[in-house]
């Protein structure tokens, strides 16, 4: 079982749809970011959360540490938002600190 | 402001050859760190360097190595390249250890 799983893996929805992105993790954190990877590689650092909700325009971000778990909201979805959202962790592992990845969702948002 | 600047964006080598990728941060930037993605794998986490140092690092061999120069600057090395190593390497700054990190573009390597 990876220590970070997301769900969906694939999610295609209508322009104006809400949008939840799930992210599951088994180990201990010191904090989750969500990113994002357009087509061509590039990756965009959308949230680093430590605890409670963080809101950047139509994206909302929120982590539940009790219970290991993150979703990243995205309300009124437009064809724009279409990309490779990717959870990642970063954990501490023997001591050591370590970056781990979810195996991303990829949302296409159709018009 | 400048972003991350990775360097070459494209790269062929041959199998066994060794290739060196660099990486420039943002200005002010002291914490620079690696990853690879690959279709199979994903994204997995290399290394991670802070004022010259190497403070974490990721499960991949000792062909993969890099290092930090006192302008932030960070260079990774990879020996006895396999078609494996055939990925997406890329590099994200941050001013600190755990705070925001951003992204360069990447290096593409195709292992020939």
């Known amino acids: 079982k990876n220590e970070v799983e997301q769900s969906p893996q694939n999610l295609t929805a209508q322009e104006g749809e809400f949008i939840t992105i799930n992210c599951s993790y088994s180990?201990?954190?010191?904090?989750l970011h969500w990113l994002q990877q357009h087509p061509g590689g590039g990756i965009v650092s959308l949230f680093m959360l430590s605890s409670g909700k963080k809101k950047h325009g139509r994206l909302i971000a929120t982590i539940n540490i009790q219970e290991k778990h993150s979703s990243l909201h995205i309300t009124a979805s437009h064809p724009r938002d279409s990309a490779v959202y990717i959870c990642?962790?970063?954990?501490?592992?023997?001591?050591?600190?370590?970056?781990?990845f979810g195996q991303g969702t990829r949302l296409t948002i159709n018009p | 402001k400048a972003g991350v600047t990775q360097t070459p964006r494209y790269l062929i080598k041959t199998r066994g050859q060794q290739v060196t990728l660099s990486c420039s941060p943002i200005?002010?930037?002291?914490?620079v760190s690696w990853y690879q993605q690959t279709p199979g794998q994903g994204l997995q986490f290399l290394f991670e360097y802070f004022s010259e140092t190497q403070r974490n690092k990721g499960n991949f061999p000792g062909r993969f190595s890099g290092r930090q120069f006192s302008n932030s600057r960070s260079e990774m090395n990879v020996s006895t390249l396999e078609l494996g190593d055939s990925a997406l390497y890329l590099c994200?700054?941050?001013?600190?250890?755990?705070?925001?990190?951003?992204f360069g573009q990447g290096t593409r390597l195709t292992v020939v």
């Open positions: 994200a700054s941050s001013w600190l250890l755990n705070t925001e990190a951003f």
């Open positions: 180990v201990g954190i010191s904090a």
């Open positions: 200005s002010g930037h002291r914490s």
């Open positions: 990642a962790v970063r954990s501490l592992d023997q001591g050591a600190q370590k970056l781990v």
